[in-house]
């Protein structure tokens, strides 16, 4: 009798837990997320902003296990409405837009640091190449909504964007540019139907 109690118990934890930790799959709001840009050079810098085109992010339970974005790379917008600059960095010294029209990242393994503190992990893909990226990351779920912030660091070169790179070209004086530049990243997506 103790036995088959046990088992009963083990057969009921099991069925509990299987049925609180299913996926929940969220879509990422492309109107309420936000995505903005920051790039250094010897002189200064510039920032700006770029529009997400589609995304979602996967949770089982409060944790995220899985998701994508794309980013609308023709939208690249200078915060001081620089058109000239906006036309260089669309041009293909910079992003190629007319060839490349969308950036994409996919998450390959998220790992929990406590609370709604994340490291993840994925592949970010710009100008049709693919190089893995590493970033902490803010990572809220409520009941039926997500919100994931984080600041990513890219490698510009990595991505055959060496326009004025100090590694690549010698004597730029004041005119080279960081080959690191910034993407805060704010995703907020509700639960999809």
Same mark, same amino acid.
């Given at each position: 009798m103790k036995h088959l109690s046990i088992v009963l118990l083990i057969a009921i934890t099991a069925s509990l837990t +299987? !049925?609180?930790l299913k996926d929940t799959g969220y879509? %990422? #709001?492309?109107q309420k997320s936000k995505i903005t840009w920051l790039g250094k050079k010897v002189t200064g810098q510039h920032a700006g902003t770029i529009n997400l085109s589609e995304g979602t992010l996967t949770s089982k339970g409060k944790k995220i296990t899985g998701g994508s974005f794309a980013i609308d790379m023709t939208s690249l917008k200078d915060e001081g409405a620089n058109t000239r600059l906006e036309d260089h960095l669309k041009s293909d010294d910079f992003f190629s837009t007319a060839k490349h029209p969308k950036a994409t990242f996919v998450i390959s393994s998220i790992e929990s640091k406590g609370g709604d503190q994340y490291a993840v =992990?994925?592949?970010?893909?710009? =100008?049709? %190449?693919?190089?893995?990226?590493e970033f902490p990351s803010t990572i809220q779920i409520? /009941? #039926?909504? @997500?919100? *994931?912030? *984080? /600041?990513?660091?890219? #490698?510009?070169? /990595? !991505? #055959?964007i060496k326009f004025r790179s100090g590694n690549f070209f010698e004597n730029l004086g004041d005119k080279a540019i960081e080959d690191n530049f910034e993407l805060n990243v704010e995703l907020v997506?509700? @639960? +999809?139907p």
């Open positions: +299987a !049925f609180t879509k %990422i #709001d492309s =992990k994925g592949k970010l893909t710009i =100008k049709g %190449i693919t190089n893995e990226v409520t /009941k #039926d909504q @997500v919100i *994931a912030k *984080a /600041k990513i660091i890219v #490698d510009r070169t /990595k !991505f #055959d997506g509700s @639960v +999809a």
